[in-house]
Structure formats: structure tokens, C-alpha cells
T-cell receptor, first 113, second 112 residues
Framework: NAGVMQNPRHLVRRRGQEARLRCSPM?????VYWYRQLPEEGLKFMVY????????ESGMPKERFSAEFPKEGPSILRIQQVVRGDSAAYFC???????????FGPGTRLTVT | AQSVSQHNHHVILSEAASLELGCNYS??????LFWYVQYPGQHLQLLLK??????LVKGIKGFEAEFIKSKFSFNLRKPSVQWSDTAEYFC??????????FGQGTTLQVKP
């Protein structure tokens, strides 16, 4: 049973470009979560999605960030017009049910130059 | 606001020493509690979890944690650490909303 998969593992973007981060949850999991880890900080919740629905986006910056989890295909975290402050590790997790443990992917390390 | 606090940011121990990492959370309702570990270059892995029942839970690799409801604490322990336990440890709380609230993490360095 493959774990949570994320790609790319490393992404370099210049200021003003767009970044697209992909996450494929574990087989059978319908709950997907995105977290961000800034240098020297713990993981911060960004968004919680189920298929075709955003359940909780209380941790998402109001501008430039969006997320989706379409009926077919991976979940996408999209950052438009990236700035240096967006440089971080972005982790995706999935779970079978709301209360269950979340299984994490290897993360995407975004560097904005 | 809900929050999780880990008291030790950086811990250095010699092999065979005992370990205790503190974790406190602020939330008045029912919670599920977790400890995750991140070994160098790897992704987060679940060490152990508490949902209900016996407040003393055992996890992988000899780790255990005790939930003390009156103190809002969920401290992680291991009687004898090994060099391979060198990693970053995260305490996390799920308030049944789906999202995990993480502590800042504790970096454990075990000297051989």
C-alpha cells in the first residue's frame, strides 16, 4: 500500500511565478490536509479537503493561495505570484476518517529566489 | 485559541539516558493526541496516539506517553535512548475538526 505521495520534492521558483504542489493520498483515504513548516517553526495547518470540497481553509493566507481536491487526480496546492516568504516545506497528509491519525507525505520544499 | 506547547526545544542526551519530552495543550473539549517523529531526511511518522481509555499508551521503538487530563499534558517518555533516536519530535492535538495543531517541535540529539 503506497503511502502519501508528493511531488515535486524540491521546487525553485522566482518571485512572481506560480508554484503547484501535488499530493496523492493513501489508497482509500478521502481526507486530505496541507501543512506548512517555516524555518525554525512547527507545522501549521493550512487547509482540509475532501473530494471536490474544501472543508476548512482557516489556515490559508487570504490571497494567492488556493487548494483543490478534484474527483479524479491528486490534490493541488497552488501559490500564485510567489514571494520569498513563501519559502517553506509544504506537507500533505491524509486520513481514513476525521479523527484518525494522519499519514504524511515526504513534503515539497519550495524555495523562492 | 487552541495551542500546543512543547517545553524543550533542543535536548542532548547520552545513549542509555532516560528521556521525557513535555507537551501541554490548551483546549477544554475532547481531544485526540499524537506524537510524531521526523528522522533526518525523512517524513513525519506516527510514534503513538491517544484516543480514549488507558491514559498510558505505548508506541513504536519503546516510546510511551501518558495523558494527564487535569494537566492538559501528554508527555513522551523512553527509559533508555539510542543514537538512532536522534530526530525531531512533534506533539499534536486533533480537536475533532480534522486539523492537527502541532507544537514547535523538540530536536533530540543522542550522543553515542
Amino acid at each position: 500500500n503506497a503511502g502519501v505521495m508528493q511531488n515535486p520534492r524540491h521546487l525553485v521558483r522566482r518571485r512572481g511565478q506560480e508554484a503547484r504542489l501535488r499530493c496523492s493520498p493513501m489508497k482509500g483515504h478521502s481526507h486530505v490536509y496541507w501543512y506548512r513548516q517555516l524555518p525554525e517553526e512547527g507545522l501549521k495547518f493550512m487547509v482540509y479537503l475532501q473530494k471536490e470540497n474544501i472543508i476548512d481553509e482557516s489556515g490559508m493566507p487570504k490571497e494567492r493561495f488556493s487548494a483543490e481536491f478534484p474527483k479524479e487526480g491528486p490534490s493541488i496546492l497552488r501559490i500564485q505570484q510567489v514571494v520569498r516568504g513563501d519559502s517553506a516545506a509544504y506537507f500533505c497528509a491524509s486520513s481514513d476518517r476525521l479523527e484518525d491519525e494522519q499519514y504524511f507525505g515526504p513534503g515539497t520544499r519550495l524555495t523562492v529566489t | 485559541a487552541q495551542s500546543v506547547s512543547q517545553h524543550n526545544h533542543h535536548v542532548i542526551l547520552s545513549e542509555a539516558a532516560s528521556l521525557e519530552l513535555g507537551c501541554n495543550y490548551s483546549y477544554g473539549g475532547t481531544v485526540n493526541l499524537f506524537w510524531y517523529v521526523q528522522y533526518p531526511g525523512q517524513h513525519l511518522q506516527l510514534l503513538l496516539k491517544y484516543f480514549s481509555g488507558d491514559p498510558l499508551v505505548k508506541g513504536i521503538k519503546g516510546f510511551e506517553a501518558e495523558f494527564i487530563k487535569s494537566k492538559f499534558s501528554f508527555n513522551l517518555r523512553k527509559p533508555s535512548v539510542q543514537w538512532s533516536d536522534t530526530a525531531e519530535y512533534f506533539c499534536a492535538v486533533n480537536t475533532h475538526t480534522g486539523k492537527l495543531i502541532f507544537g514547535q517541535g523538540t530536536t533530540l540529539q543522542v550522543k553515542p
